[in-house]
T-cell receptor, first 112, second 115 residues
Framework: GNSVTQMEGPVTLSEEAFLTINCTYT??????LFWYVQYPGEGLQLLLK?????DKGSNKGFEATYRKETTSFHLEKGSVQVSDSAVYFC???????????FGSGTRLQVQP | DAGVIQSPRHEVTEMGQEVTLRCKPI?????LFWYRQTMMRGLELLIY????????DSGMPEDRFSAKMPNASFSTLKIQPSEPRDSAVYFC?????????????FGPGTRLTVL
């Protein structure tokens, strides 16, 4: 079945450091891929998405490229801020269905 | 729009009691999802509805859990009887089929503690 694997956290970085959070997936068909972010005490919110191979999603300085050959969708940011501290979830949708499958989440802590 | 609204935000109850969680989706959205989040199991889909009809309830853990959507603006998730292992954060999310991609909008969650 479909699944999403994320690197385990927490990831602790200093402000202005480069961020990579790895995400790989297993899926039948051609799913869309998503990164959601959860700030403390809040629900998840969509950060970025890519709907087909080689698409690059971007938002708020974050980027991720849909790599079909490596079944990956790694999240990157060139310079993190303290306000980026949150839990990041990689997710995919199911062809023909509206449900999403989420990874386990990666907690990011950015220190000043 | 106010976003997805969930109530209560926090619930503390004793084992064996009935618990009802409530959700109001974003107006006009035709899909509604219930998720459970725990440290051990992460974010799990419990059930989702389309136009008030349950589509997939395979994630509902057992018969103690039930969900209803009597109209387009309201859904409930009920646990009866509750057990300590049900302690988790329960999220409701909604989405709109005509969006070009599958974006779900999440509520703030209900933190349930069963003593």
């Amino acid at each position: 079945g479909n699944s999403v694997t994320q690197m385990e956290g927490p990831v602790t970085l200093s402000e202005e450091a480069f961020l990579t959070i790895n995400c790989t997936y297993t899926a039948t068909g051609y799913p869309s891929l998503f990164w959601y972010v959860q700030y403390p005490g809040e629900g998840l919110q969509l950060l970025l998405k890519a709907t087909k191979a080689d698409d690059k999603g971007s938002n708020k300085g974050f980027e991720a490229t849909y790599r079909k050959e490596t079944t990956s969708f790694h999240l990157e940011k060139g310079s993190v801020q303290v306000s980026d501290s949150a839990v990041y979830f990689c997710a995919l949708d199911h062809t023909g269905r509206r449900a999403l499958t989420f990874g386990s989440g990666t907690r990011l802590q950015v220190q000043p | 729009d106010a976003g997805v609204i969930q109530s209560p935000r926090h619930e503390v109850t004793e084992m064996g009691q009935e618990v009802t969680l409530r959700c109001k989706p974003i107006s006009g959205h035709d899909y509604l999802f219930w998720y459970r989040q725990t440290m051990m199991r992460g974010l799990e889909l419990l059930i989702y509805f389309n136009n008030n009809v349950p589509i997939d309830d395979s994630g509902m853990p057992e018969d103690r859990f039930s969900a209803k959507m009597p109209n387009a603006s309201f859904s409930t998730l009920k646990i009866q009887p509750s057990e300590p292992r049900d302690s988790a954060v329960y999220f409701c999310a909604s989405s709109f089929v005509d969006r070009p991609y599958n974006e779900q909008f999440f509520g703030p969650g209900t933190r349930l503690t069963v003593l």
